[in-house]
Structures are given as C-alpha cells and as structure tokens.
C-alpha cells in the first residue's frame, strides 16, 4: 500500500527558510511587517513544499471558522450564479470557504439561525427584500456584510454594477439599428435594479426623441412565469424591439414570441444584458451587454474579508458602495435593422 505522503506544518516551512515560525505564520496569513524579500522567500518554500493551511486546527487555535455565508435569492439567475463563482475563488485564495443558501422569502431565518451557530463570520447578502426590511435582516445578526447586488441607503458596504449604463447601452443599440418604438421587459420597479434599468432604458430613447410612455413598460420581475403577458403587453403597443431587464427574462421572452409564430428578429429584435452560456444556447442568440459578476462576487468577498480582519477602512474613511461599470456590447444574432 502506498504510504500518504506526510502533512508540511508551519515548523517545517520556518526549518526551511531558516526563520521562525511566528514570521513564517504572518507572511502565509499576510499580517504583519516582514521584508519582501523575506516574504518572496518563505512563500516560494511554501509553495516547494507543498503547504496547505490547515483550516480545521487554525479554527480550532483561534475559535474562527473561516467561513462566509452568501445568501442569494435566484440559484438559476445567471448574474447569481457567476457572483458566487467569483466569491468562493476570492474567499479560498484568502484562506475562508463558502457556504451560499437560497433564500426563498426566508433569508432572515435563514442567516439569524446560521449566525447563532457561530459558524459564520460574515454574510454576503443578495435580496430582492424592501430596505427596511433588509436593514432589519443584517440588523438583526451582529455579523459583518456585504450587500449585493444592489445598493442601500445609508450603508457604505454595498457592491452593484451600474445597470442604468448597461440597460442605456442596449437600448442605443437598438436606435441605431433604425428602432422607434422599443418596449422595455421590466425587473421589480421601485427597487434598485429595477428602476435602474428602466431609467437607463427611458434616458436612451429621451436622448433620441423617442416615446417611452408607461405603455411601453411591461413588469415581469426576475420570473420567467410572468414574461408572456408582459410581451403581450409590448406586442400590443406595436413594440419592434423588446429590452429585457434581465437575461432569463430575455430568453423567456424569444420563447413566447416563437410560440406566437413571431420571428426573432425579423419581426422583433430583442436585447438585453448580462453574458452567460443561457445567452448563446437560445436560439437566436442573444445581443446583450457583458456584465462584471463575477467580479462583483470577487468584490463583495474581498471587502467582507477586509471588515472581518479589520483591515477595512474606518468610517471616517472614503470607503463608498461599489457601482462597476458593465461591460461591452456583444452583438449577436437577435436583433436585425429596420
């Protein structure tokens, strides 16, 4: 039988390098003043040796689970999905885990359970919750958090992508294309996302002179279930393009029209953003606006890791929320000119 090769500890890195153990643990945590030569040194032997932080004894030592927990309210919404990507690859190259949940209208339950098991030392929250009730939610655990996704008044720990821009982008593409009468596929208005991307949708159309009366807004939230009578609503304005808040909704929106016998685009052109797998398996496949979520994600983590160590500026600090901006346009094949 093969004998499992033995566990590289702190000691034998520091035996290595010739320092001690204690500066050996700070440069492999990154606390602490150690020179940078010194620091290249003991993580080039670490990495030679093949040295894994042990996070079961560390949690053990120091009575810390090095653990976040992110909640997000849609497992199947592209943008959450690629988010949790990006923040369960910044919490491991930092030394924490990951745990997400589902929060099915229950995330206070959800986070006040977990919290009191002392498992989690910070949260990561995505919520589709009115602001006071997530102010109650966060409120009500005592743990650090990052707000996702969206932003809130008054709290300077939230990271968002600036969907006006992204929402305006598409929308002008769709001008210059020779389209004049666009119907915008809405998120949840009067919340964050929602009116962001109405209000990018509306400043595109203003810009060119362009009606963008209330009928031409048709709400279907972040629920595939709602968009047929939503583009209803559109086709029945005489809509030519179709902007979509979201891209589970755009691709619920090119299902409806092909069961009405509508072609895509030929008939009407539909865009909106957010890049994922969804958008080029869809047929056609979707023109949409390249959004950072991943990076997002990576964001959230590093600054909840920054709270939880305390190496987050003070709040007397600059520290604002974080508004990305999106990406490219990425033309494809669902929107043709008129």
Known sequence: MKRKKPLVTLRDVAEATGVNVSTVSRVLQNKGRVSQRTRTHILETAERLGYHGNPVARALKTAKSS?????????????????????????????????????????REIITDISRSSIIEGVIIASFDEDDRLRQMLNSTGLPHVILNRHLAGDRNCVAIDTREAARI????????????????????????????????????????????EEFVAQAGYDPAAVPAAVDKLLACGVTAIHAATLLTAAAAIARLHELKLRVPEDVSVVTMHDDLLARVVYPQVTTVALPSQEMGRAAASRLIDLIQGTAPDEGSALESLLLPPGDLIVRASVASI
Do not use: C
């Open 67 to 107: 653990t976040l927990l992110m909640v997000v309210p849609q497992i199947e919404n592209p943008i959450f999905a690629s988010a949790i990507v990006g923040a369960e690859i910044e919490a491991r190259e930092k030394g924490f885990a990951l745990l997400v949940s589902y929060d099915k209208g229950d995330g």
């Open 170 to 213: 598409g929308v002008e593409h769709l001008i210059a294309m020779g389209h004049r009468r666009i119907g915008h596929l809405a998120g949840r208005l009067g919340r964050f996302n929602g009116d962001m991307r109405r209000q990018g949708w509306q400043q595109a159309l203003e810009a060119a002179g362009l009606d963008h009366g």
